[in-house]
């Protein structure tokens, strides 16, 4: 009886095969089970990172590029199938996470992606040919010290930007020593308020008396019964000021060599650009791995996917590489519901010495920020504010995001009350839509990768011109959006030109150059010098081609090479004639 039960039960749940993994939690069992509904502490990312190098030792490894102000490793993972070849011999994508310290669910979507990769290579065709032809560099913390505040400290859902080291924001003096306090002890930095009848700005929500509702301006004298005091603390210095000098207060958004700015025009960027240990590591990383032709770096919140330029003085970025970000970004909005593309300074506000504003135009690498989570999630309507932020949390969280308010004796401001909601709420999601948030974003990941450049040289042409000299003509394409470089990169010369070589030891390459009429053969751009060797800033643009003329004397096997920074290096033998 006991077996013709489990009999059945075996033919109504067949036994899960190795099929693949293809966006759901279904088809087989991952290698590696990490529950994606919660956010992990600095040690407990690296740990499930590790657990994937244990799991796929050959595909994927780790580096420590530096470390923080406190001392923590800056760890780079490096996915990469190596049966096809060195991580560093192909196109690669930079992924980065956790910028700022509270915008912790970026470190958790570098780890998704990772993870999701490996999982899917080998059953996933799309994924596995997406790994044999190009690398990842994944960090998914950039700021290990404002995420370890975060997750062991008392915060709202606003500090623990910065990483910790002492600055003197108020320029007293003194270091970090008035920032919010934890004046009840529960863990959390809240609001105050305070009761002064007919004498406030504020009054309480009739339906909801947790809801603070500014009283409008108006003729007849009406004013509220309350005042709200800021966040949570006291004056710590004396200065009659509260909360005015916290934890640190650089920003490691602010610190790059692109249209830098010092700190009294952008708030937080440094003495210098690249002052930060955490930037020097990244930035030196980047330096020597001019491999890579994609970035993408996670912040929160909004929903947003971004570009520069960060600030209107730039000017406009060329509308070749406009092209290949439109196609991209458009392709994300359909992919990730509720976020919105938009260039940095003109749609959101202007960007100082931003990350992927320099790794486009100090690098000439396409590259978004996306801002990863959107709080239109919670609610049909898109309001996050007032009652519809209290609906969500009484009934989608049990009421677990508020803290109700509460008397406490002021040392300043006498009798008030504390309350509102913690730090994991408003710019992180709730712990059951990480999921998805994640793996959209993965996805989009993927997309931007897949469009990383891809060169083909095909078949060349051999034409007799007489008296033993032939014309060899080649056709060389890249058949994906992302050119090899960028139109920025080869106006300013970023980086080495593109490389396109004829090499033979019984051909004399007597000229050469780039056809410019595919029709007209005699129309070449001929070379100066060494026309075997032939250089070209403009590289090959995306889903195009460059056609090259060899005249050569002789006969014999010739080698054809395309070789390119950001394009996996090709190769390809004729014979002349």
């Given at each position: ?39 992990y ?138 920032g ?64 005015e ?22 708030y937080?960027?440094?003495p ?22 994609a ?8 929903g947003?996917?971004?570009r ?11 509308r ?16 990730l ?33 996306n ?8 609610s ?40 509102g ?12 839509l ?5 793996h959209?974003?993965?996805l ?13 040289i ?39 030109p593109?490389?396109f ?55 014999g ?21």
């Open positions: 009886m006991i077996l013709g039960i489990a009999a059945a039960l075996l033919l109504a749940f067949p036994r899960q095969t190795d099929e693949g993994f293809p966006g759901l939690a279904a088809g087989r069992n991952p290698r590696v089970e990490i529950p994606w509904n919660r956010l502490d600095y040690p407990e990312i690296y740990a499930h990172l590790d657990r994937l190098v244990a799991a796929w030792p050959e595909l994927l490894s780790h580096q420590v590029i530096g470390h923080s102000v406190e001392g923590r490793e800056m760890r780079v993972y490096t996915l990469n199938d190596p049966s096809t070849g060195a991580h560093d011999e192909k196109p690669a994508m930079w992924v980065d996470g956790n910028v700022h310290g509270n915008e912790v669910q970026g470190g958790e979507a570098v780890v998704y992606l990772a993870w999701y990769l490996l999982e899917n290579y080998g059953s996933n065709e799309r994924v596995t040919e997406l790994l044999k032809r190009s690398s990842f560099y994944l960090l998914p913390m950039v700021n290990p010290d404002g995420r370890a505040s975060w997750f062991n400290d008392a915060h709202s859902a606003s500090s623990s930007r910065s990483g910790v080291k002492p600055l003197d924001r108020d320029r007293d003096g003194l270091f970090d020593e008035d919010p306090d934890d004046l009840d002890g529960d863990g959390n930095i809240v609001q105050m308020r305070k009761f002064v009848p007919g004498r406030g700005t504020h009054r309480l929500n009739q339906d909801d008396p947790r809801v603070m509702e500014r009283v409008p301006s108006n003729d007849k004298g009406i004013r509220g019964d309350w005042i709200i005091l800021g966040r949570e603390g006291v004056d710590n210095d004396g200065d009659g000021r509260i909360n000098d916290g934890l640190g207060g650089y920003d490691m958004n602010r610190a790059w060599p692109s249209l830098w700015m010092p700190d009294h025009i952008q937080g960027a440094g210098y650009p690249l002052y930060w240990p955490e930037t020097r590591s990244i930035a030196r990383f980047l330096y020597g791995h001019t491999n890579v032709a970035v993408q770096s996670f912040h929160n919140a909004g947003m996917i971004l520069g330029p960060g600030a209107e003085t730039y000017g406009s970025y060329p070749a590489d406009v092209r290949v970000y439109d196609e991209i970004a458009k392709d994300g909005e359909k992919m519901p509720f976020y919105r593309y938009m260039i940095i300074w003109k749609d959101l506000y202007s960007v100082f010495g931003g990350f992927s504003t320099w790794t486009y135009e100090g690098l000439g690498i396409i590259s978004f920020t801002e990863l989570w959107v709080g239109s999630r919670n049909p309507d898109g309001r996050l504010e007032g009652e519809p932020r209290h609906f969500f949390d009484d009934h989608m969280l049990m009421g677990a995001g508020f803290v109700d308010w509460k008397s406490y004796d002021h040392p300043l401001y006498g009798e008030i009350e504390i309350g909601f913690r730090k994991d709420v408003y710019r992180v999601p709730p712990s059951f990480i999921e998805e948030m994640l959209r974003n993965a989009f990941c993927i997309r931007h990768a897949e469009t990383m450049p891809q060169v083909e095909e078949e060349a042409e051999i034409s007799d011109l007489g008296g033993g000299v032939y014309a060899v003509d080649v056709r060389f394409r890249n058949g994906s959006l992302i050119p090899t470089r960028t139109a920025l990169a080869g106006s300013k010369k970023i980086g080495i593109d490389r070589t004829l090499a033979g030891d019984g051909l004399e390459i007597l000229a050469g150059g780039f056809r410019s009429d595919r029709f007209r053969p005699e129309r070449i751009e001929l070379a100066e010098h060494e026309p075997a060797h032939l250089l070209r800033e403009a590289g090959i643009g995306g889903r195009d081609e460059v056609r090259v003329r060899w005249i050569v004397r002789g006969r096997p010739a080698k054809i090479r395309f070789e390119a920074e950001k394009a996996l290096n090709q190769e390809r033998n004729t014979q002349v004639p």
